[in-house]
């Protein structure tokens, strides 16, 4: 168990409390004091050993109340407490006195659940452990601490990482489950670089299975694990296949390991304990055998005359079954303490062959040291060997995580410069070969650095980033605004950017088309704020100052000699030099707009048919009208002005968005026109009679010959024409069209062609002739006295339109009128 250093006296007091019944070993120390630094590992050691006490260090500078009310007088003192009070103290770095006090009181501790053998949850790190397929309302942590069980989610399977905090040696595995969901087959597995997939628990060999029976059900059960194969564990793994009843829920109710810290284990001990161990069986074995045959010897006249010689064989066979099974354990004994023995002696061997090769070549150094004579370096091999230490610095800079595009670009131009101030030198030939190794490097690692830059900066839509990675390809390639921008556009558009990503997933998900149209905008506001505004030359110009360096060349200048910092600062001043003399202008406004205009173009044409594939998903007018919103909140708001939102929206959607949804309006009216025949089909259209009762107001439509029920079905027909308008209204408040006057106009030439088709519509042709031109006639009639304000808002209010469809309506219903008259009179 680790050693906790109290910082104060209510810490102590703190810690004292916390430790309950257990025996508090104290360490008093001050950090000037020698022997209590020298004594300060074995204290630890014996922390680590005996894990059923608790071991405190208290500092007598800071706890001076504490030390003074237990009498500390000198450093160390070593204080025993059990229960609060004091039982045992110790005086001076004495190490054997100091073990034999632990080990006093460590042996009043009663045996735990494995005698010899600690818990070692404690020394599980908290930080790294990890539970996969867990429930999330049974944390690892708190299962770990008793406030909760150990619940999986998904099924029954479970995978539990638990690191310690250092080397342990693992005895056994104690877990109880509840009732069913209890583990079953259980495999363990000892470090592993990182934790494993259920693919790779299930296929990967373990180094133990252990098997749990119904007893974990009711009571914890203890396996013991091949002690063997766990003797340096750094992390252990358990994967919990299955459980007793098969189910889909495995619930763990309590777990623990047990084992010793690796630092804890007295070899010395380990060995002398297994000798003696060896020694007591063979003695016991020896006394057995010579019990035996003085009992044979002793007792042979009397057993031959009691006993038949069947049962003498029988006796003699069970002896001899015994003696082998005692002589077999003993052999497996010796085996295992004998294998333990040649580990040990094989680790010491090799620490031992690691020392004398590490003598030799102390020794080899100071003789070669001795031979040598140093010859002091002139002013110009010392600037040399600066620079070709500089070099191999800058080339191992490149590329590194804490590093951004135009710290690798700065790096990577004063190491060619370096490089071509060494390649002119005179170098010794070692200098002067690896000079020239570097050659290739430093080409290739150009070309991979402007390949890298060039690629990511696709999938760069914020300001400040881009124009981090545009000023390192300015560095790097010369400073054309115009190649830059080329090189930003076209990495946006370029296959397996990120935008394009956005393109290639219109198909999969419909919120892509506002990605889409949002990284189109972010991709214009990088434009503007960094070419039409100027952005981009002031940060080539400000990146170009004698004094400019990034923050890693400022810290490789900061950790050298002064000498090798002026150097590098002058070398970087020479770097800054080539964007100041650099005499590209910026662009003009009218060029950036005209390439963006084209960028948009080719983009909007990549993605037309993507569109066009993803729009056939809509299904109501709300659809359209909700997404068209959605982009309308995109578009509007604070859109750059360097390119209208109206040409996106005519590039991406053209008329798809506008065709779409007048089909949809017109598969509306089409199911309304439907709904109404198979409606009149089933009423009574024949009104009732004028003076059947009296009223208090006259019915007009019954006076021209409409029935309630017809009056009804129109009216509900009518409700629909104005749902179809009132959409068509909220679809101009949201479009972003050149001409929205045309959606009414759709929806009034649908509506149209619908009433010419219901003008012939003969609703009772299952009757005689009469009766069906009569309900034409009162179809007719009823489509021009019902609701007549709705029929002409769907009109959009176009006399010319209205008229031609009320004379059309009293044209049929004149004709089927005339043909009623004209049947009954002949």
């Not at 042996?107 to 930080?127: E, H, M, N, W």
């Not at 690798?408 to 131009?413: G, R």
């Not at 690629?455 to 010369?478: H, K, M, R």
């Not at 434009?527 to 100052?545: K, N, P, W, Y």
Request: hydrophobic letters at 40%; one cysteine or more; a negative charge.
């Amino acid at each position: 168990m680790p050693v906790r250093v109290c910082e104060d006296d209510s810490d102590f007091q703190s810690a004292m409390g916390e430790a309950g019944t257990r025996p508090v070993i104290v360490d008093f120390f001050a950090e000037w004091c020698g022997p209590c630094k020298m004594i300060a590992p074995l204290f630890e050691s014996l922390s680590n050993k005996y894990m059923s006490m608790v071991f405190l260090k208290v500092d007598v500078d800071k706890c001076e109340e504490t030390a003074a009310h237990n009498g500390v007088s000198a450093m160390p003192t070593f204080i025993v407490f059990v229960n609060g009070t004091k039982v045992d103290s110790l005086r001076g770095a004495n190490n054997n006195g100091l073990e034999a006090m632990v080990q006093k009181w460590a042996d009043t501790q009663p045996a735990g659940d494995v005698p010899g053998q600690s818990d070692i949850t404690c020394l599980i790190d908290k930080r790294q452990m990890e539970c996969l397929n867990g429930d999330d309302a049974t944390p690892l942590s708190g299962f770990l601490e008793g406030e909760n069980v150990l619940r999986s989610d998904c099924d029954e399977q479970l995978i539990i990482s638990l690191p310690f905090t250092q080397p342990v040696k693992v005895h056994s595995i104690m877990m109880k489950g509840v009732d069913e969901k209890t583990p079953k087959i259980v495999r363990v597995f000892s470090n592993l670089p990182k934790t494993l997939d259920f693919d790779g628990a299930s296929s990967v060999e373990a180094v133990q299975v252990l098997e749990f029976s119904e007893k974990a059900q009711s009571e914890p059960e203890l396996q013991h694990l091949k002690y063997v194969k766990f003797q340096n564990v750094n992390n252990i793994q358990l994967f919990v296949e299955n459980n007793l009843g098969g189910g889909d829920v495995t619930e763990i109710e309590k777990l623990r390991i047990y084992g010793t810290p690796l630092s804890g284990v007295n070899m010395s001990e380990f060995k002398r304990k297994a000798r003696l161990e060896v020694v007591g069986i063979t003695r016991w074995l020896a006394r057995r055998v010579k019990w035996v045959t003085r009992t044979r010897t002793m007792d042979v006249e009397r057993l031959m005359k009691d006993l038949t010689v069947e049962q003498l064989h029988h006796i003699q066979a069970n002896l001899q079954t015994e003696m082998e099974g005692k002589k077999e354990e003993l052999r497996e004994m010796v085996g295992r303490r004998y294998r333990d023995v040649l580990e040990a002696s094989s680790e010491v061997r090799n620490i031992r062959k690691l020392a004398e090769t590490l003598a030799e070549a102390v020794s080899n150094a100071r003789a070669t040291q001795s031979i040598v004579e140093t010859r002091p370096l002139t002013r110009e091999q010392q600037a040399s060997v600066q620079r070709f230490i500089a070099l191999h610095k800058l080339v191992a800079m490149i590329g590194e995580p804490d590093g951004d595009a135009l710290s690798d670009a700065f790096a990577l131009t004063l190491a060619e410069l370096l490089h071509k101030e060494l390649a002119t030198e005179p170098l010794t030939p070692s200098m002067h070969s690896v000079v020239s190794g570097l050659t290739g490097r430093l080409i290739r690692t150009r070309r991979q650095l402007l390949a890298d830059l060039e690629d990511e900066v696709g999938e760069l839509s914020e300001p400040d980033w881009a124009a981090n990675q545009l000023t390192a390809l300015a560095l790097l390639q010369g400073t054309d605004y115009e190649k830059l921008l080329d090189i930003y556009l076209e990495g946006r558009k370029a296959r397996g950017s990120f935008f394009s990503n956005y393109i290639g997933n219109l198909t999969a998900e419909s919120s892509s088309l506002l990605n889409v149209v949002n990284e189109l905008k972010k991709s214009l506001v990088v434009v503007e704020q960094l070419f039409t505004q100027g952005e981009l030359f002031r940060i080539i110009q400000a990146a170009g100052c004698p004094t400019y360096r990034p923050a890693l060349i400022d810290s490789l200048i900061g950790d050298e000699a002064f000498s090798f910092g002026r150097m590098l600062t002058a070398e970087a001043e020479k770097v800054t030099r080539q964007l100041r003399e650099s005499k590209t202008c910026p662009l003009l406004p009218q060029k950036i707009n005209t390439k963006c205009s084209e960028w948009i173009e080719s983009v909007c044409s990549l993605a037309r048919e993507p569109v066009t594939s993803i729009c056939e998903f809509y299904e109501k007018a709300s659809d359209v009208i909700e997404f068209l919103h959605a982009l309308s909140g995109v578009l509007r708001t604070d859109w750059p002005r360097i390119s209208s939102y109206s040409t996106v929206y005519e590039n991406l959607f053209g008329d798809i968005l506008f065709k779409k949804f007048t089909s949809i309006v017109a598969r509306d009216l089409r199911d309304l026109e439907e709904r109404l025949t198979s409606q009149l089909k089933s009423i009574n259209l024949a009104p009732p009679p004028l003076f059947e009762k009296s009223s208090n107001k006259f019915d007009t439509l019954t006076g021209v010959g409409i029935s309630p029920a017809l009056e009804n079905c129109i009216t509900s027909f009518y409700n629909g024409v104005q749902n179809a308008r009132d959409a068509c209204a909220k679809y101009e408040q949201v479009e972003m069209d050149s001409q929205p006057e045309r959606i009414r106009e759709a929806l009034a030439a649908e509506l149209f062609a619908v009433v010419e088709r219901l003008s012939n519509l003969h609703p009772c042709e299952g009757d005689s002739n009469s009766a069906g031109e009569l309900s034409r006639a009162r179809l007719c009639l009823a489509l021009l006295h019902c609701d007549s304000a709705s029929f002409c808002q769907a009109m959009n209010r176009d006399g010319e339109r209205i008229a031609k469809a009320s004379r059309l309506l009293k044209s049929a219903a004149e004709d089927s009128l005339r043909l009623v008259g004209f049947s009954s009179i002949s």
